[in-house]
Structures are given as C-alpha cells and as structure tokens.
C-alpha cells in the first residue's frame, strides 16, 4: 500500500514501490493487474514491460450507450497478425501486367495489397473493461 503524503503505507507513488517491489525478486512469476487513472496505469505497463511482468489493466472511460453502439470508449489496441500474403512481390514476372506496364520498366518490390494498421479501436464497455497492458497504445 502506498499513499502519496504517506498517511497510509509507504509514503510515494505506487509505481515508486511497485518496482521496488520488483527489484526485490521476491514475487516469483507474478502477474500484474491495474485500475486506476490512466497516467498511472501506463507507468505500470512500462514497469511491468521492464521486468517482463503479464499486465492486465482495467480502463476507465466515458461510455454513452454502453452497449457498444455509439464507439465513443474506444482504445487504440494492438492487433495480432495472421500469418497471409506478402504485403509486397518483388518477383516481377509473377504479376499480373497492368495497362501501359512494360515488364521492364518494373524494379523493385511491386505493391500487392494496402497494408492494414497494426491496430484496431476496441471497445471498453464491450471487449473490456481489462485488456492486455502490452497490448494498447499509450499515445
């Protein structure tokens, strides 16, 4: 337990005695869960990315309609990539020659498809409130 003034527990930021706590070795494999404002919960991302810790942090936010509808409690989450097609082909005589394309005048990767962001906007009052700390944009 910490508490800024120190009135209860240790005096400081719990993200000061977190990583104490951390440094000590003492707590195993253990995983870290969080709620809490925001700044605090990215502090403990970045600590439990620094010590390699599984985070799960529960995020707080306006929701409008609750279910879903209206997007407005969104966050900026990490997608998983699937393995698919090559984004580019750098084997020009496996494409498909477009109008006014001379097979010579082809150097370099050839764009095959538009590459897709590394994210999506997920939901906190649908797919949350708890989600994967070293999964979301803390931007």
Same mark, same amino acid.
């Given at each position: 337990?910490?508490?800024?003034?120190?009135?209860?527990?240790? $005096?400081?930021?719990?993200?000061?005695? !977190?990583?104490?706590?951390?440094? &000590?070795?003492?707590?195993? @494999? +253990? +995983? !870290?869960? @969080?709620?809490? %404002?925001?700044?605090?919960?990215? =502090?403990?991302? =970045?600590?439990?990315? =620094?010590?390699?810790?599984?985070? =799960?942090? !529960? !995020? /707080?936010?306006?929701?409008?309609?609750?279910?879903? +509808?209206?997007?407005?409690? &969104?966050?900026?989450?990490?997608?998983?990539? /699937? +393995?698919?097609?090559?984004?580019?082909?750098?084997? %020009?005589?496996?494409?498909?020659?477009? /109008?006014?394309?001379?097979?010579?005048?082809? /150097?370099?990767?050839?764009?095959?498809?538009?590459?897709? %962001?590394?994210?999506?906007? @997920?939901?906190?009052? $649908?797919?949350?409130?708890?989600?994967? @700390?070293?999964?979301?944009?803390?931007?």
């Amino acid at each position: 337990m910490a508490t800024e003034d120190g009135s209860l527990g240790v $005096k400081g930021m719990v993200t000061d005695l !977190l990583e104490r706590e951390l440094m &000590t070795g003492q707590h195993g @494999a +253990a +995983a !870290l869960y @969080a709620c809490g %404002p925001n700044p605090m919960l990215v =502090q403990i991302a =970045q600590v439990a990315e =620094q010590f390699d810790r599984p985070c =799960q942090v !529960l !995020l /707080e936010s306006r929701m409008a309609c609750g279910v879903g +509808a209206c997007l407005g409690c &969104t966050v900026k989450y990490r997608e998983a990539r /699937e +393995a698919g097609p090559s984004l580019t082909n750098s084997d %020009p005589d496996s494409r498909v020659a477009e /109008e006014g394309d001379e097979k010579e005048n082809r /150097e370099g990767p050839i764009p095959m498809i538009s590459e897709t %962001p590394p994210f999506r906007y @997920a939901r906190v009052c $649908k797919e949350g409130p708890v989600f994967d @700390a070293r999964k979301i944009f803390w931007d």
